[in-house]
Structures are given as structure tokens and as C-alpha cells.
């Protein structure tokens, strides 16, 4: 289900930015009449596309086992804003006004794919986790957090998107291992780890049996 909900965001999201870029366009080369014949034609599958997005949005932001982050909240500005300004800059032929929600909707969807205000990569966070937590436990910690608990839950039991339970899970250090390094199904790979990453991340996910 949320699998399901997740393509059709992104797709409408992918369509949403291809159409403001288009609208742009036309206001770059001072088209009004073109504009118009657009704006006419398209009014209701608009407003369709911008349900769309929203609810899809609300719904996978109530389904996600971490809920409201830093992140979501700025996903959820910026998506604003960029249709605002995409409303005022057609509206007023305004380029800058067309470029900002251009810029706002590229901004938002980078944002979806690395969840970091910064844009930085979820490896390199991830890196930097490993190298400045104190022990091994905080390493696990910070990296389970950066990776998997978007999925799985800070306790290993959300079971978002049919991610297994880690509290329950049966299998050996090297099967969970090999999980990690090759994914599965909706689970990605993460092959960009080291070992020693996976190692600490390994030691993290078998202490949720205890719990
Ligand atoms: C996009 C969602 C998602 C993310 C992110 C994710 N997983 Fe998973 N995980 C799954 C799904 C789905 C399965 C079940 C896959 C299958 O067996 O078909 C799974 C299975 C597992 C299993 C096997 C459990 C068992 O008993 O079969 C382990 C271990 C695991 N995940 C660890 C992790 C770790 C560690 C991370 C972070 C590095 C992570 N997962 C990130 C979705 C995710």
C-alpha cells in the first residue's frame, strides 16, 4: 500500500515540476496567449495533480514510522511556496517569481531522496556518523537512525513499507549482513557501507530482540 502511494507521489511530483518548467518557459518568452490557452486547458487535471500530491504527501508523512522530522517540515514549506509562487507567477507573467518555484520544487525533491536539509547524501552522513559517535553503540545508533529507521522504526518493529520485524528476527549476524550489503525487495542495498559500518549496524539491530 504505502509502496503504491509513494510511486504515485513521485510521479506526480515528476509531472507537477515538468509542468511549472513548461509554464516558465512560456513566461520567459513573454507568451501570454499561450498561457492562457494552458491554463485553460489544464485547470482541472491541475487541481487534480495538487490533491494529489498534498494527500499522498499527509498520507505518507502519517504512515512513516518517523513521523514529522526537521525535513518533513521544510518538504512541506517549500512544496507551498512553490505553488504559490507558480500561482502569482503566471498570473503576473513574473519570471523571477516562476524561477523561485522552479527552484523550490527541484529543492523539495532532492529533499525527498536524501532527507537532509543540506542535501547531503545519506553515505556521507552516514561516514561522518561512524567516524564522530564514541563507541559502538552510538555509531549503531546514529546510523540505524540515518538508514533504516525510516523503515523499520527507531525499535525495529514499524514495519513500514513490509520491512520485517528485527525484534523477532531469526537469523544469523552474517545473514543480517548480507541484508544489509545486497537489500532485498523493497529493502535497497546498501553496498556503499564498509564493514565496519555494517558491523556496528549488525550489533545495533540484535540488541531490539532483548528489548
Ligand atoms: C525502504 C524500506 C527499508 C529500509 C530503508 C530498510 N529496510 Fe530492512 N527490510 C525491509 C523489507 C521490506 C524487508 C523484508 C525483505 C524481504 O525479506 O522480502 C527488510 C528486511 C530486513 C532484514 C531481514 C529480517 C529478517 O528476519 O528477515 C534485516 C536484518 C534488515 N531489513 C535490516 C535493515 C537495516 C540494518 C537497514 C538500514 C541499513 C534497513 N533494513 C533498511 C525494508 C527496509
Given at each position: 500500500m504505502e509502496t503504491g502511494i509513494l510511486h504515485t507521489h513521485h510521479l506526480v511530483v515528476v509531472i507537477y515540476t515538468l509542468f511549472i518548467a513548461l509554464n516558465f518557459v512560456v513566461v520567459l518568452a513573454n507568451n501570454r496567449n499561450a498561457l492562457l490557452t494552458i491554463k485553460a486547458k489544464t485547470r482541472f487535471v491541475r487541481i487534480i495533480f495538487e490533491v494529489i500530491l498534498l494527500g499522498t504527501g499527509v498520507f505518507l508523512m502519517l504512515k512513516s514510522?518517523?513521523?514529522?522530522?526537521d525535513y518533513v517540515i521544510v518538504k512541506w514549506v517549500t512544496v507551498i511556496l512553490g505553488i504559490v509562487f507558480f500561482v502569482l507567477g503566471t498570473k503576473k507573467m513574473n519570471a523571477i517569481m516562476m524561477a523561485l518555484s522552479l527552484a523550490m520544487f527541484v529543492y523539495t525533491y532532492l529533499l525527498g531522496s536524501t532527507r537532509n536539509i543540506l542535501l547531503k547524501p545519506e553515505e556521507m552522513r552516514v561516514r561522518e556518523a561512524y567516524l564522530n559517535e564514541p563507541d559502538d553503540q552510538t555509531k549503531g545508533k546514529a546510523i540505524y537512525d540515518i538508514a533504516?529507521?525510516?523503515?523499520?522504526?527507531e525499535d525495529g518493529?514499524?514495519?513500514?513499507?513490509?520491512?520485517?520485524?528485527?525484534?523477532i528476527s531469526e537469523l544469523s549476524e552474517d545473514a543480517k549482513a548480507g541484508y544489509i550489503k545486497m537489500g532485498r525487495g523493497i529493502m535497497p542495498s546498501?553496498?556503499?557501507?564498509k564493514e565496519e559500518e555494517i558491523q556496528v549496524l549488525v550489533k545495533y539491530i540484535n540488541k531490539f530482540k532483548e528489548k
Open positions: 514510522p518517523v513521523g514529522i522530522s533504516c529507521a525510516r523503515c523499520h522504526g518493529k514499524a514495519g513500514y513499507r513490509k520491512a520485517k520485524n528485527l525484534a546498501y553496498s556503499y557501507m
